[in-house]
């Protein structure tokens, strides 16, 4: 049942997504400075939608039977605009740097707040993961917990907090929370600006 309701979760995420970015509604988690993440998943997105956009009229012509070749039509149509969802998913949930802190995001699956009381140090740092899993967990020397929200396999940008609290992601408590975004040392400089303004 829990497998059928997160499967239910999923679709209606990619489906809101792109009407959202098709008709450009405003993003509604507020104001704040955005900052995407899309960049370096873009080329890999584009290619999967391209070859989905050849291989339906492709199936079309080999496909004998007019049945088969309706129901297949039928779900490449909705494969590819899945495909445009989850691209729109990206690009309508950006990072967000707000006056009281900063909301990490992947897509519709993740949405992490951090206030600024909370942070220690942010820093600009590339780090290549062995696996490229979207959210990832370890555990630092000390035994505190890092939260890594990965796009193709790397973060750039990384919070350091003041002491574990939860933040919204799946596990427990974390002491870091690792992530990517295409600008990474703009994104650290505003959230460095606001943690002056908030001392």
Request: a positive charge; hydrophobic letters at 50%; proline letters at 6%.
């Amino acid at each position: 049942m829990n497998l059928l309701r997160t499967a239910a979760t999923y679709e209606r995420g990619v489906w809101v997504s792109l009407f959202r970015w098709v008709l450009r509604r405003p993003d509604p988690a507020g104001p704040g400075a955005r900052f995407g993440y899309s960049a370096t998943m873009m080329p890999v997105l584009l290619a999967f939608i391209g070859v989905s956009i050849v291989e339906i009229p492709i199936l079309h012509f080999l496909l004998p039977w007019r049945t088969v070749q309706i129901v297949v039509f039928a779900v490449s149509i909705w494969g590819l605009l899945w495909m445009v969802g989850l691209l729109g998913a990206v690009r309508v949930h950006p990072h967000l740097v707000t006056a009281d802190g900063l909301r990490i995001r992947s897509g519709f699956t993740v949405d992490a707040f951090v206030p600024w009381s909370a942070v220690a140090e942010i820093r600009h740092r590339n780090r290549p993961l062995e696996k490229s899993k979207g959210l990832q967990f370890a555990e630092t020397a000390d035994g505190g917990l890092v939260g890594k929200v990965v796009v193709l396999g790397q973060t750039n940008v990384e919070v350091v907090l003041t002491a574990p609290a939860e933040v919204g992601l799946s596990r427990g408590p974390v002491t870091e929370v690792h992530f990517w975004a295409d600008d990474a040392r703009a994104l650290v400089a505003a959230a460095r600006a606001n943690l002056v303004s908030v001392d």
